[in-house]
């Protein structure tokens, strides 16, 4: 059991569980909660504690206090660190924000720029240019001639069908026609 400052000091040094920093603000919590007893004894009895009345305080500290102690340090040390980080942690947050879209705007400006270079080469400028003017000049010229057959000829259905059975009744039998041909009057 610790009996004086140099033994809470060392206490907490020793423990494997704090580092060195972990240990000071841990001394330092003791030292505060002496500070306290030492107050509240001098508003109680008017003067100050006896070395005997703090070697004896100390002596009758109990384990879990210490742990309260070191547990306080550690819980200290986390806020201060992130308090002292946070800065720089919202600072990096931000730079990683914004190079993922100055990256993002890298990427489509690169994919932009190929799709210009695409449609800018000479094989696309064919394809497109050249290719698609074959293409319009054959189905133009595939349409005149439709137009014209239209033009020349009654599309009707009724046409159609009038032509189909008069081709049909021009086609030859297989055999001598049967059927006599009527006679006109007039000889030649």
Known sequence: MPRTDEDVFARF??????????????????????????????????????PEQIEAWIADLPDSRFEELRIAAFNFFEEAA?????????AASTRAVEDSILGEVQQLSRELVAKVETALSPSTAWRIGIGAGLAASFLFTVLVVVCGWLFNSDPSPFALIKELAGHASQQPSSGPSAVPLPATGKAK
């Open 13 to 50: 040094r020793k423990d494997p569980s704090l580092t060195r920093e972990q240990a000071h603000l841990a001394y330092a919590a003791y030292a505060e909660a002496k500070y306290d007893w030492v107050e509240h004894i001098r508003k109680r009895t008017g003067s100050a504690p006896t």
């Open 82 to 90: 992130e308090a002292y980080m946070q800065p720089q942690v919202e």
